[in-house]
């Protein structure tokens, strides 16, 4: 049925040439053939896009508007040149060459009663030429600006017209848009959509006279069609910076989608069955608490009872813990391990570097091998035969604390009773991976009857409120905001890069003190080589430097033997100054380091700036991290080491980095590269997000099926990006 959601997308154009085709003319059938090859290619042009069905290109709303409503002469546009402003004048072709030098060009001058004008074109097709020949009357919107041989526009939009032809009476919409699609082709696309694509309310009246009366949202068919085409007194500024009611209604009809589609998620995950697994005293978790050095933190005893009671129910734990750098959260997720395989079940806690992966196998097995819990390595970087043997021992059911990275989800390993599936750093997976570990429950030839374990994610990037409330609100949140006593507070200081020779002097009397360094290189994002150079440099400088030190190296490429022996000698005091990447940023444990200095700290963000400061203070010694900055400093640069240097609260600093950066440094890869929010700013209508949750909740307890329609509508399939 033509305008329903499910129609693929077509040009109507295409889908006459189709129609017409003779049956038994070749030549026609040839025809045919060839609209259809335009037709599926521009489709995969438009899906690069997200723009499947007609719904989707009538949801693909402008960025920006060109006013082609009024025209001036061209003296009048002369005038006003050099303004910033664009100006629409008509006028006749008077001449058109193509010229060589300096370089290859088209310059084409009109003129109408007032004045001359040059259009110049500095990349053009012979099409062009034809277009705009001599005596052709020419529309054209741009910026003059003053050139070498007087006024002119440089790759002016450009239509020919007949003299006295009609302007529009409606600004003219620019779409995103991507290579191989013109905006001409995506307005005649969305222009056929809206007429063919039937919008009815997908809020039912009990909604917006019960929850929403306040907000007084509009018909969103008719905000559609005002943002597609608003007539030219409507205001440009809140057109622009999203303001208008005809936006507030597309952000909420979005924030709305995400609501349900996460509360839907939630629920859907408390009808699967999952292990239950009862604390059983006097087992494995009593053992490991008595044999602890030390007493859990106030903040760590709480979250550890909610994660406790989430896996004595018989429904899947989906849990986020938060805490800052350094607050503990290993030993929090080590507990949990240790309730799973009280109760029969195998553990697994993933993280995204082998360096992690690897700081943690050494911490765990330390704590329970001593135990009788056999804790496998399971890393990329392993031999065939150690892969292989490690993968047996975690099918037989032998391996009961399996850790590692990647490598835990690749098709060769295969759990015997996975309970519990522990993600370190989860910002840094994509949803497909997560979803594969949680996969592995059942992925022995004998599957457990408890096909969900489980999950546990850890953070020690604070998820700011506003965040929490929209992308991890299907997710229960345990946040242990208390640091472990003996932890010193961390002195942070701006430095000019000028002033390195006095930062190589600090860093040669902390080692003379007895105390261990960090030297982190700058984050070069364009070039892995480029900042392994720099790297490598540093360390040669500082050996230089430092001849009575001793100064390592890590770094990424670094085979895993070597790095591991770097790690060691650091670790034991056996060396003084460590020049790292940021391979470092996590999990690294050195209580004896107490400075750091981070090279170019201009260039890093404020959540890698706070995990890497995290690596200090470990200790009893006063801990002091130097941010060495290259002037001048952007804005931008200028608000982060700032906060750096005012506080070192993980909250605070999120909450930041939020206003700075949005929403991208938390998220990760959550949503697998597919926004799941494409309209509405967190930053700035996080107000709404309230309404949207109440609504959310009324139309799930009395409205399924206009849940569906509105899930439909708006999220057309990518509601599983929400399910990790």
């Given at each position: 049925m033509?305008?329903?959601?499910a129609?693929?997308?077509?040009?109507?154009?295409?889908?006459?040439?189709?129609?017409?085709?003779?049956?038994?003319?070749k030549?026609g059938?040839?025809?045919?053939?060839?609209?259809?090859?335009?037709t599926?290619?521009?489709?995969?042009?438009?899906?690069?896009?997200?723009?499947?069905?007609?719904?989707?290109?009538?949801?693909?709303?402008?960025m920006?508007?060109?006013?082609?409503?009024?025209?001036?002469p061209?003296?009048?546009?002369?005038?006003?040149?050099?303004l910033?402003?664009?100006?629409?004048?008509?006028g006749?072709?008077?001449?058109?060459?193509?010229?060589?030098?300096?370089?290859?060009?088209?310059?084409?001058?009109?003129?109408?009663?007032?004045g001359?004008?040059?259009?110049?074109?500095?990349?053009?097709?012979?099409?062009?030429?034809?277009?705009?020949?001599?005596?052709?009357?020419?529309?054209?919107?741009?910026?003059?600006?003053?050139?070498?041989f007087?006024?002119?526009?440089?790759?002016?939009?450009v239509?020919p017209?007949?003299?006295?032809?009609?302007?529009?009476?409606?600004?003219?919409?620019?779409?995103?848009?991507?290579?191989?699609?013109?905006?001409?082709?995506?307005?005649k696309?969305?222009?056929?959509?809206?007429?063919?694509?039937?919008?009815p309310?997908?809020?039912?009246q009990?909604?917006?006279?019960?929850p929403?009366?306040?907000?007084?949202?509009?018909?969103?068919a008719?905000?559609?069609?005002?943002l597609h085409?608003?007539?030219?007194?409507?205001?440009?500024?809140?057109?622009?910076?999203?303001?208008h009611?005809?936006?507030?209604?597309?952000?909420?009809?979005?924030?709305?989608?995400?609501?349900?589609?996460?509360?839907?998620?939630?629920?859907?995950?408390?009808?699967?069955?999952?292990?239950?697994?009862?604390?059983?005293e006097?087992?494995?978790?009593?053992?490991?608490?008595?044999?602890?050095?030390?007493?859990?933190?106030?903040?760590?005893?709480?979250?550890?009872?909610?994660?406790a009671?989430?896996m004595?129910?018989?429904?899947?734990?989906?849990r986020?813990?938060?805490g800052?750098?350094?607050?503990?959260?290993?030993?929090?997720?080590?507990?949990?391990?240790?309730?799973?395989?009280?109760?029969?079940?195998?553990?697994?806690?993933?993280?995204?570097?082998?360096?992690?992966?690897?700081q943690?196998?050494?911490?765990?097995?330390?704590?329970?091998?001593p135990?009788?819990?056999?804790?496998v390595?399971l890393?990329?970087?392993?031999?065939?035969r150690?892969?292989?043997?490690?993968?047996?021992?975690?099918?037989?059911?032998?391996?009961?604390?399996?850790?590692?990275?990647?490598?835990?989800?690749?098709d060769?390993?295969?759990?015997?009773?996975?309970?519990?599936?522990?993600?370190?750093?989860?910002?840094?997976?994509?949803?497909?991976?997560r979803l594969?570990?949680?996969?592995?429950?059942?992925?022995?030839?004998?599957?457990?009857?408890?096909?969900?374990?489980?999950?546990?994610?850890?953070?020690a990037?604070?998820?700011?409120?506003?965040l929490a409330?929209?992308?991890?609100a299907?997710?229960?949140?345990?946040?242990?905001?208390?640091?472990?006593?003996?932890?010193?507070?961390?002195?942070?200081?701006?430095?000019?890069?000028?002033?390195?020779?006095?930062?190589?002097?600090?860093?040669?009397?902390?080692?003379?003190e007895?105390?261990q360094?960090?030297?982190?290189?700058?984050?070069?994002?364009?070039?892995?080589?480029?900042?392994?150079?720099?790297a490598?440099?540093t360390?040669?400088?500082?050996?230089?430097?430092?001849?009575?030190?001793?100064?390592?190296?890590?770094?990424?490429?670094?085979?895993?033997?070597?790095?591991?022996?770097?790690?060691?000698?650091?670790?034991?005091?056996?060396?003084?100054?460590?020049v790292?990447?940021?391979?470092?940023?996590?999990?690294?444990?050195?209580?004896?380091a107490?400075?750091?200095?981070?090279?170019?700290?201009?260039?890093?963000?404020?959540?890698?700036?706070?995990?890497?400061?995290?690596r200090?203070?470990?200790?009893?010694?006063?801990?002091?991290?130097?941010?060495?900055?290259?002037?001048?400093?952007?804005p931008?640069?200028?608000?982060?080491?700032?906060?750096?240097?005012?506080?070192?609260?993980?909250?605070?600093?999120?909450?930041?980095?939020?206003?700075?950066?949005?929403?991208?440094?938390?998220?990760?890869a959550?949503?697998?590269?597919?926004?799941?929010?494409r309209?509405?700013?967190?930053?700035?209508?996080?107000?709404?997000?309230e309404?949207?949750?109440?609504?959310?909740?009324?139309?799930l307890?009395?409205?399924?099926?206009a849940v569906?329609?509105?899930?439909s509508r708006?999220?057309?399939?990518?509601?599983?990006?929400?399910?990790?």
């Amino acid at each position: 049925m033509p305008g329903t959601a499910a129609d693929p997308i077509q040009d109507p154009a295409d889908a006459a040439k189709e129609a017409a085709a003779p049956a038994r003319d070749k030549a026609g059938e040839a025809k045919g053939k060839a609209a259809r090859s335009g037709t599926s290619s521009a489709a995969a042009r438009l899906a690069k896009l997200g723009l499947r069905r007609p719904v989707d290109l009538v949801l693909h709303l402008p960025m920006r508007y060109e006013d082609e409503t009024t025209l001036a002469p061209i003296a009048d546009a002369i005038r006003r040149a050099g303004l910033g402003q664009p100006a629409q004048v008509e006028g006749e072709v008077i001449s058109n060459e193509v010229t060589f030098r300096p370089r290859r060009q088209l310059v084409v001058k009109i003129a109408d009663d007032s004045g001359e004008l040059t259009l110049r074109f500095l990349n053009f097709y012979g099409s062009q030429t034809k277009q705009m020949a001599e005596g052709v009357w020419l529309r054209v919107r741009g910026e003059v600006r003053g050139g070498f041989f007087g006024a002119e526009m440089v790759h002016p939009t450009v239509r020919p017209v007949v003299p006295g032809e009609a302007l529009p009476d409606r600004l003219t919409p620019v779409y995103p848009s991507t290579a191989g699609i013109a905006q001409a082709y995506l307005r005649k696309a969305i222009g056929g959509a809206l007429s063919r694509t039937p919008m009815p309310e997908t809020l039912p009246q009990a909604v917006l006279q019960g929850p929403l009366a306040r907000l007084h949202l509009r018909p969103l068919a008719d905000c559609l069609r005002l943002l597609h085409a608003p007539p030219p007194q409507e205001s440009e500024a809140a057109l622009a910076d999203r303001s208008h009611p005809a936006w507030q209604r597309i952000k909420f009809d979005e924030l709305l989608a995400q609501q349900i589609s996460l509360r839907r998620a939630h629920a859907a995950r408390r009808e699967k069955t999952a292990p239950t697994m009862p604390r059983r005293e006097g087992g494995l978790l009593t053992r490991f608490l008595a044999a602890l050095p030390f007493r859990l933190t106030g903040a760590q005893e709480r979250v550890v009872a909610e994660i406790a009671a989430d896996m004595t129910r018989p429904h899947p734990m989906h849990r986020l813990l938060q805490g800052d750098v350094g607050s503990g959260k290993t030993i929090v997720a080590a507990l949990a391990a240790c309730q799973a395989i009280d109760a029969g079940y195998q553990a697994a806690l993933m993280a995204p570097t082998e360096i992690l992966a690897e700081q943690h196998y050494r911490k765990l097995s330390a704590w329970l091998e001593p135990l009788g819990v056999p804790v496998v390595w399971l890393a990329g970087s392993l031999k065939a035969r150690e892969k292989r043997e490690a993968a047996a021992r975690v099918e037989s059911g032998e391996a009961q604390l399996v850790i590692g990275t990647h490598a835990l989800i690749q098709d060769a390993v295969r759990f015997a009773r996975l309970g519990l599936s522990v993600v370190d750093e989860q910002h840094r997976f994509g949803v497909a991976q997560r979803l594969a570990l949680r996969g592995k429950a059942g992925a022995s030839d004998v599957p457990a009857p408890d096909t969900v374990p489980h999950q546990l994610m850890m953070s020690a990037t604070p998820i700011p409120r506003t965040l929490a409330m929209t992308y991890y609100a299907d997710l229960d949140v345990s946040v242990i905001d208390e640091l472990p006593p003996g932890r010193t507070p961390i002195v942070t200081r701006l430095v000019n890069d000028a002033r390195r020779d006095e930062v190589i002097a600090r860093v040669h009397h902390a080692a003379a003190e007895g105390r261990q360094v960090y030297w982190v290189c700058p984050l070069i994002e364009e070039s892995e080589a480029l900042q392994l150079q720099t790297a490598v440099e540093t360390y040669e400088t500082l050996v230089a430097a430092l001849p009575d030190l001793r100064v390592g190296l890590v770094h990424g490429r670094l085979p895993p033997a070597e790095k591991a022996s770097v790690m060691d000698d650091f670790s034991a005091n056996r060396m003084q100054v460590l020049v790292a990447t940021t391979v470092i940023e996590v999990g690294v444990d050195v209580p004896n380091a107490s400075l750091m200095v981070i090279e170019h700290a201009e260039r890093f963000g404020l959540a890698q700036l706070h995990q890497l400061r995290g690596r200090v203070g470990r200790g009893s010694a006063e801990s002091v991290c130097l941010l060495m900055y290259q002037a001048p400093l952007s804005p931008t640069a200028r608000e982060r080491l700032a906060t750096m240097r005012e506080t070192t609260d993980g909250f605070e600093i999120a909450r930041r980095d939020l206003e700075i950066r949005g929403p991208g440094e938390f998220l990760g890869a959550r949503q697998s590269g597919e926004a799941m929010l494409r309209f509405a700013d967190l930053q700035t209508d996080a107000w709404l997000v309230e309404y949207a949750q109440e609504a959310a909740e009324l139309m799930l307890a009395r409205f399924p099926e206009a849940v569906e329609a509105h899930l439909s509508r708006w999220l057309g399939g990518r509601e599983h990006y929400l399910k990790a």
